[in-house]
């Protein structure tokens, strides 16, 4: 089977969040399953730079006003094809905005002419099947339906985070080459203006999202971000599928970042990347309990909930690393509960990806306090690495961790504290639990080995989107 995944970013070429680890991934974790996804990225700089010469395969001399052509190549081994249009995708800044922080203007018309583009290759390439990867790909599905009809092939549309949807304003409409029947509620209009994500979602043959819970979530008001009337419609067409981590590169056995490797069987080790932790954080060293978060610092992420326990996290006999970036408020709220607790509350303001291994080796629980979480990647690497994870119970946090209720503890399956609700009052109380629970050593290390032994690998990910896409070319 051949399939066209089209997404706007994929590692290890372009990366901005979890969408990025899905897309990459899916190539390899697929292709033992007899599928062949070709990957379709924009010309972004740094894309075409890894991409070398490439080979024009198609090109365009008005693709939405722009010239524009498609090149071919690799990544990782599996067929890459990247869409070559300067004037859209070779500037500075990132892939959605300028250095600044600030949205491109014209995004409207760069992920149009990203997603009609993919439409066309789908069809004129005669893959079997184009899978869709949030807003930025959103109209390819619609594209296909509107525009090929019959010749189509089906289409896969997945969310991995509702709350980036994609819409901008009704006199965009007509620069897309959609046909007039598209301005609809059953097609690409949303509240008087073009929804991308509601579009792919109208037209796909199938929805999925990257958690169960999540896609169950998503059918809420809470959750649904306005469109979970469209998720209720779906049915049974809406499905979830965990996101998987790269065993090769989170591997606390084989982890170069790591001060001292370590398995299951030999969770002393971890003790030298405690120390190592301690001391890179500026933090007191002892045998209390190491919390750690790697985060971005939002209200969605939960960390203004997060900023209001530290107080008692300390006087519990904890201390924390922190690592992650985002709201001022609440880096300034972090910078004073440091200042109040020197050697208790360390602080990495930016992103660094060996310090994110390296606090996972070290540390011994890792707070995922989220409000909402399609997946979540985090406390999959807490599990593979002994941090045992301190979750909010909403969409793949509660996919992924086993709460120490009493019959979990009882049975040696419990993976981690799981809590409802993010408030001060709930989060508070979990980390009490966790900390009881860090001061029964082999209770602990047996949570630790749970998590340990749990397979989150693309191995098991990937065999279902085979089933998935079977499904789909066969209805």
């Not at 169960?212 to 469109?227: D, H, K, N, Q, V």
């Not at 660094?352 to 890792?366: K, N, P, T, V």
């Not at 690495?385 to 209720?405: E, F, H, Q, S, W």
Request: charged share 15%.
């Amino acid at each position: 089977m051949r399939v066209l995944s089209v997404a706007s970013e994929a590692v290890p070429l372009v990366k901005t969040g979890g969408l990025a680890d899905v897309a990459g991934a899916l190539p390899a974790a697929l292709a033992p399953h007899g599928v062949e996804l070709t990957t379709l990225l924009p010309g972004y700089p740094a894309v075409l730079k890894a991409l070398g010469k490439g080979k024009a395969v198609h090109s365009w001399p008005d693709l939405l006003g722009q010239k524009a052509r498609v090149l071919a190549g690799s990544l990782g081994g599996q067929p890459l094809l990247v869409l070559d249009a300067p004037s859209l995708f070779v500037r500075e800044g990132g892939p959605y905005g300028d250095a600044g922080g600030q949205d491109w203007a014209d995004n409207w018309q760069r992920f149009a002419a990203f997603a009609r583009a993919a439409a066309e290759l789908a069809v004129m390439q005669e893959f079997d099947l184009l899978h869709a990867h949030d807003w930025q790909a959103g109209l390819a599905p619609a594209y296909l339906r509107f525009l090929h009809g019959a010749k189509a092939p089906p289409s896969v549309m997945t969310i991995h985070n509702m709350a980036f949807q994609g819409h901008f304003g009704r006199e965009i409409f007509p620069a897309l080459g959609l046909p007039a029947e598209a301005w609809s509620m059953t097609g690409v209009e949303y509240h008087g203006g073009v929804g991308y994500l509601k579009a792919g979602m109208e037209a796909a043959n199938i929805i999925t999202t990257v958690s169960p819970s999540y896609a169950r979530e998503i059918r809420s008001a809470e959750f649904g971000m306005g469109l979970e009337g469209l998720i209720a419609s779906r049915g049974a067409r809406v499905r979830g599928i965990v996101n998987g981590i790269d065993p090769a590169e989170w591997n606390p056995a084989s982890d170069v970042h790591a001060p001292a490797q370590y398995s299951a069987a030999s969770l002393a080790r971890r003790r030298t990347n405690k120390r190592a932790l301690e001391a890179e954080f500026g933090l007191d060293q002892d045998d209390g309990p190491l919390f750690i978060v790697v985060s971005r610092l939002t209200w969605q992420k939960g960390m203004d909930v997060a900023v209001e326990v530290l107080d008692h996290l300390v006087a519990n006999g904890g201390r924390l690393a922190l690592l992650g970036s985002g709201d001022a408020a609440l880096v300034a709220g972090l910078s004073a509960a440091a200042a109040r607790h020197p050697g208790r509350i360390g602080l990495k303001i930016g992103y660094d990806e060996g310090l994110s291994h390296r606090m996972q080796a070290g540390g011994d629980a890792i707070l995922v306090p989220s409000r909402f979480e399609p997946c979540g990647l985090t406390q999959m690497y807490g599990l593979a690495y002994g941090c045992v994870p301190v979750v909010a119970r909403t969409g793949g946090l509660a996919d992924t961790v086993i709460d120490a209720n009493l019959a979990a503890l009882a049975a040696g399956v419990a993976t981690g504290i799981v809590f409802t609700g993010v408030t001060q009052m709930s989060l508070a109380d979990a980390i009490s639990r966790a900390i009881s629970l860090y001061r029964q050593p082999g209770v602990w290390k047996t949570m630790q080995r749970a998590g340990m032994k749990a397979d989150f690998s693309w191995a098991s990910s990937g065999a279902l989107y085979a089933q998935l896409y079977q499904e789909v070319v066969r209805a």
